[in-house]
C-alpha cells in the first residue's frame, strides 16, 4: 500500500505557472502507474488531467491541458510531478494523484491509492 501527500497548490492569476508535486510513502513507486486528476467545484466525478506509466515511457494528457502541462516522474525520490504553465480560471480544481498497479489508464476508477487533494485557484 502506498500513502500519497500532495502539494504546490494555490492562487494565480490567468496565465501564471504552478508547479504540482506527490510525495509516496510505504511502497516504491516504481510499481504503479500513476495520474493526475481532478474535480472542479460544479462537478461531482473527477476528471483525467494526466497519467504516466511506472518507467515514465508513456504518457497521456487530456485534450483541455496538452500543451500546457507536463507530467512527470522521479521513482528515486518516490514522487510525481506536475508542471502546469498558461493556467486558465477552468483549470481551478482540487487536484489529485493516484497510483495504479494496473496497466495505465485515464479511468480514475481504475486507480487505486489516492492523495487528499491539493486546491488550485485561477483567477481571471
Known amino acids: 500500500q502506498v500513502q500519497l501527500v500532495e502539494s504546490g497548490g494555490g492562487l494565480v492569476q490567468a496565465g501564471d505557472s504552478l508547479s504540482l508535486s506527490c510525495a509516496a510513502s510505504?511502497?516504491?513507486?516504481?510499481?504503479?502507474?500513476m495520474g493526475w486528476f481532478r474535480r472542479k467545484a460544479s462537478e461531482k466525478e473527477r476528471e483525467f488531467v494526466s497519467?504516466?506509466?511506472?518507467?515514465?515511457?508513456?504518457?497521456n494528457y487530456a485534450d483541455s491541458v496538452r500543451g500546457r502541462f507536463r507530467i512527470s516522474r522521479d521513482n528515486a525520490k518516490n514522487t510525481l510531478s506536475m508542471e502546469m504553465n498558461m493556467l486558465k480560471p477552468e483549470d481551478t480544481a482540487v487536484y489529485y494523484c493516484a497510483a495504479s498497479v494496473h496497466s495505465l489508464t485515464t479511468a480514475p476508477e481504475m486507480y487505486d491509492w489516492w492523495g487528499q487533494g491539493t486546491q488550485v485557484t485561477v483567477s481571471s
Open positions: 497519467t504516466i506509466s511506472w518507467n515514465g515511457e508513456i504518457i
Open positions: 510505504g511502497d516504491s513507486l516504481s510499481h504503479y502507474a
